[in-house]
């Protein structure tokens, strides 16, 4: 639990008294590689902190899976527009590893909501930064070289290339898996 709270502290100063409670809400659970833990036919029920394990978010476009964007240890989750909003889902959330989770379910969420001012300001912080990590990955997307995108995943997120499948990291870089080979042989990893 404290990996929890610490993440909590460093997104927002909260009470320590608060941030017991909130945190004694939280269960812990665990799902094995393929789990769907967002559809886009269901209502997001959950928000979950990462403890361990590598999760990819993607839609699908005439049947062909679109990554946009992979979780991992230490870092909130969900689709936020569906947790927050309680319409379905756009798009998929599957454990790419086995993954366990610290768990908050949407009832407990508004509750502690409208008991403590606080809890929803942490949250909104917390999925905020989720929608601008997003955004933020699409404009890159939109603007780079596949060079610019693959060294940009290399500086940041180098330590995924032994742990899930390169035809994923090349799906989510929006490159030809050939082309993502040829790229990661030119490197030192």
Request: proline letters at 4%; glycine letters at 2%; hydrophobic letters at 35%.
């Amino acid at each position: 639990m404290q990996q929890l709270k610490q993440a909590i502290s460093n997104t927002f100063t909260i009470k320590e008294d608060i941030l017991d409670e909130f945190s004694s809400y939280w269960e812990i659970v665990s799902f094995p590689k393929g789990s769907i833990l967002s559809d886009p036919n269901k209502t997001d029920k959950y928000l979950y902190f990462t403890i361990s394990g590598i999760q990819k978010a993607y839609y699908l476009n005439h049947g062909k899976e679109t990554i946009i964007s992979f979780t991992q240890p230490n870092h909130f989750t969900c689709a936020p527009e569906s947790f927050l909003t309680q319409v379905p889902s756009q798009y998929y959330f599957e454990c790419i590893t086995g993954s366990q989770f610290y768990r908050l379910s949407i009832k407990d969420f508004n509750t502690l909501k409208n008991k403590h001012h606080e809890i929803l300001e942490f949250l909104l912080v917390a999925l905020m930064g989720l929608v601008n990590n997003i955004n933020a990955r699409f404009i890159k997307q939109a603007t780079l070289r596949i060079e610019e995108k693959f060294e940009e995943f290399m500086e940041c997120e180098a330590h995924l290339i032994n742990q899930i499948p390169h035809k994923d990291i090349a799906n989510y870089l929006r490159m030809n898996p050939t082309n993502f080979s040829k790229l990661l042989n030119s490197v030192k990893v």
